[in-house]
Every structure is written in C-alpha cells, then in structure tokens.
C-alpha cells in the first residue's frame, strides 16, 4: 500500500534518483525530509527527531550545524570560495596539507587534493601504476586486494573492491586484479581469537605476492575495518604482516583510511595501532567534519621524485578535476583538524567507546539472533544470525537489517544497515545519555522484530500449536 506523500516527498520523487537505493522502495518507504539537524539529532519536516547513529554515512565527526565549524566555513565564503588549483594555491591548502603530514603515519610528505573517497582511490592507483612505469618496472600492471574489500564506485575502485553488490554487474569493464581471502574474525578458520591470533590469514596475501609479485604494482586494504562489507574488524598484526610483505615483494601499500581516519578506530588514524607507514594514504568523509566533499592522497618523496621533472619527460601526474583543492572545504578541513589538536577528542573516543562497549555487550551477549557483537574505537557491529552456535546467516531475501532499520527509524534512531548487520558509528560529541538511547532502542527494536518474525513463522507452520 503507497503512503500519502508530503509536497516535498512527492517532488523529490518526481526528479530525484537516490543513491544505493532501489527506487521502487520508496513507494512503500519515501524519504525522510529532513529539515535541520543538530549535534546528534537530524530533525524533519514535522518535527521528529532522529539520532544519527551512522554520522549520515560515516562523515559527521563533531554534530550537525556545529557551530565552530560554521562559523569558519562562513567567513571563508565571503573572502575566497575557489581558485583554479593549477599554477594557483591558498592558505588553507597550505594549512591542510602541513597538518595532514605533521599527524599522519611518519614519511607521508607528498599532499594531493581530491574531492571524494572514490577519486582518492583512483588517484592513488594511478600514481602507483606510473611510478612504477617511470621507474622500469614495466611489467607491474595490477594490483592486489581482498574478498570483501570497498573502496569505492568508479570504475577503478569497483576493480579492488570485492563485494558483489556493488561490482558483479560492471566485471566486463573492471581491471583484472588478483584477489586475496581477506581476514574473517567472526568466522575464523583458524579457530583464532582476534586479541591472540598472529594472522595466520596473511597467507593468502603472501602466497599470491609470491606467485604475482613480478606484476602487481600494490596492495589495497581498508585498516582494521572492512567497513562495507558488514564491518569486519581484524588485529593489528595483520597490518604489520602486510607492511613487511609489500616491502620483501617490493609493492605499495595503499592504506584507504577514508572511513576510519580521523579517530573512528580509537587512534587518529588505523595503521597508528599497527605502528605501520604505507605508502599511500586515501582520506575523506571525516576530513571535513561531514560539512563538504573533500579528499587527499598522502604519499612518500619516493613516489613524488618519480614525477619530478622536465615537463619534455612527459613524467608529470596528469590528473585533475575542477574543484580540485577547494577553498571553502580546504578551509573546514583546516578547522576540523585544528579541533583534534586543540581538543581532546581521542580521549573522549575512548572514554565513549569504553561505555558503548559495555552497554552493548549486556545489551545483546544474550539476544539469540545476535552471533556477535564486535568494536574498535566508537565503531560497533551487530551481526545478526540464525543459528548462534552455527554462524549460520539469516536469508538475505527477507531483507531483516532493512526491515529493523524502518523500525528503528519509527522509534527516532537512524542505524542504516550493512544487509543483516547493524552498525553505530555516531558522531564523537554524543553523550552518555545518548549512548543508552541508541543502545537500549536497538535492543528494543530487535526484540520487537524477531518477536513478531516468530510469530508469522509459527502461525504459518501447520505443526504449529500454540498450547
């Protein structure tokens, strides 16, 4: 049965072609317009209002409307909004760029600009391909990544991601990359426990560098988390293991950090924990606190020389775009990094994620659709099952996380789901009340769901007798 729309629903309709999303859906479901929003909460046309447990797609770090921000992104718009970025620079480039190198892994000096996660990506493929041209090695012409990798959705990206949503429909056009299985804690083959285990799951990598080292110009990797592919976590052995890998095969390594840079793990950045510099670093979504698009690829003098130049060699990087190193978001990145130097927001992510974790773990250790709940930093995951003892998944056709998501939306909580996974990544300023909230909503709404669910089941089972 379709909804009344609002006005504003019934237009957006009539133009508007939202992004992952079956449109047909939204004849059941339409949008939420939403009208304001404010620190946690997003606020819509009728005034409800809905906890933003996933930082509108993982980008809001400090709230919505935050005033400082605003008030920085203000007073740039009315002194420069933007300047062509080729022959031309600007001090908040310039800031970024000095404060990006000062706080990232040691020996990343080299900033270029982007203006999303995706191109990040393409940016920093392309810059491992030509460097290895212009230094020889000829024969390096694909690249490394993992089953369940997410990286992105040009086509570049599409060719080292690894989830079939997303890539089995474009394979004809993709790049041909050599795959690793990549790390599963939940379902560890192993047997291992994540706080102990020494990756023995770098294997693969290993065993496929071995055989393909002579032609594989990098390995991609998402550190820590494999955000799009249900939020898989692994150790930071792992990484350590993949630094010394790529090193011995001598192959790049490409951290995209663009989902878990900026304190989403517990550390300014993922590979900190492993101790680990790779060569390239993507960055985006938090770069900008959620304000505007904006990405960089951090790099090594290394990689930089090989580009450096008489323009006759043809060695310069030839890759651009309009907006490249915007002022007004180059600006918001300058605040948002000044933020985490002058306010203690590492600390306050571990304090909440210390208090997110506990009220979790009692929340749903005992629920028997949970098979597990998993967090690093204030990332947490429930992985919703069938079968407990078994990992068995739930059927991916009844669309349960999709289903659970609306509920929870009824009851003012945004948690967009990853198929069956549930997943809070809440901006840092949440309080410890809103922590209970997203908590204690999430139980309820998951009870409530699976209650009803059993009840269908068994009143459609003609073995089924309520006494």
């Known amino acids: ?238 990484l350590r293991k993949l630094r010394e890998l790529c090193t011995a095969y001598d192959v790049h390594l490409i951290a995209d950090e663009i989902a878990v840079g900026f304190g989403r793990t517990g550390t300014l950045f993922a590979c900190e924990q492993a101790e680990i510099s790779p060569d390239f670093m993507c960055l985006s979504k938090g770069l900008t606190g959620g304000y505007l698009p904006l990405s960089v690829v951090l790099t090594t003098d290394t990689v930089y020389d090989a580009f450096y130049d008489e323009y006759g060699t043809m060695k310069a990087f030839l890759h651009s775009h ?34 997110m974790r506990k009220l979790a773990e009692e929340a749903f250790s005992h629920l028997p659709y949970v098979g597990e709940y998993r967090q690093i930093g204030l990332v947490g995951a429930i992985e919703l099952v069938a079968d407990r003892n078994t990992k068995e998944p739930l059927p991916s056709e009844e669309r349960i996380g999709y289903q659970i998501y609306q509920n929870a939306l009824e009851k003012g909580l945004l948690i967009r789901p990853l198929g069956n996974i549930l997943y809070f990544m809440p901006p840092y300023i949440i309080s410890a009340e809103e922590i209970h909230f997203m908590i204690d909503t999430t139980k309820q709404t998951i009870e409530s769901f699976f209650a009803e669910r059993e009840g269908r089941t068994c009143s459609n089972d003609p073995q089924y007798s309520p006494l």
């Open 322 to 355: 309009s907006y490249t190193g915007n002022t007004l978001a180059c600006r918001v990145a300058l605040e948002v990094l000044t933020m985490f130097e002058e306010e203690n927001y590492i600390e306050m992510i571990q304090q909440k994620g210390g208090l």
């Open 1 to 238: 049965m379709k909804q009344v729309l609002t006005e504003l629903q019934a237009r957006d309709l009539q133009h508007v072609w939202h992004p992952c999303s079956q449109m047909k859906d939204y004849e059941q479901f339409p949008p939420i317009v939403i009208k304001s929003g404010e620190g946690v909460w997003l606020y819509d046309e009728n005034g409800k209002r809905y906890l933003d447990a996933v930082s509108s797609w993982w980008v809001n770090l400090f709230g919505h409307a935050n005033k400082r921000i605003s008030q920085a992104l203000s007073e740039q718009a009315f002194t420069l909004e933007h300047v062509i970025f080729a022959n031309f620079t600007h001090e908040p480039a310039v800031k970024v760029a000095e404060k990006l190198v000062a706080l990232t892994p040691p020996g990343l000096q080299k900033v270029f600009f982007a203006d999303n996660g995706s191109a990040a990506i393409e940016v920093a493929l392309k810059m491992s391909f030509q460097y290895h041209m212009q230094t020889g090695k000829t024969s390096k012409k694909r690249f490394l990544a993992l089953t369940d990798a997410y990286h992105g959705e040009t086509l570049g990206a599409l060719s080292v991601g690894g989830v079939d949503l997303y890539n089995e429909v474009y394979q004809p056009l993709l790049l041909d990359t050599v795959r690793a299985q990549g790390p599963d804690c939940f379902r560890c083959p192993f047997n291992e426990k994540p706080e102990s285990c020494q990756a023995q799951c770098i294997r693969s990598v290993e065993e496929k560098l071995d055989a393909h080292h002579e032609e594989i110009t990098a390995v991609i990797i998402e550190p820590l988390i494999q955000a799009a592919a249900g939020m898989k976590m692994y150790p930071p052995i792992y």
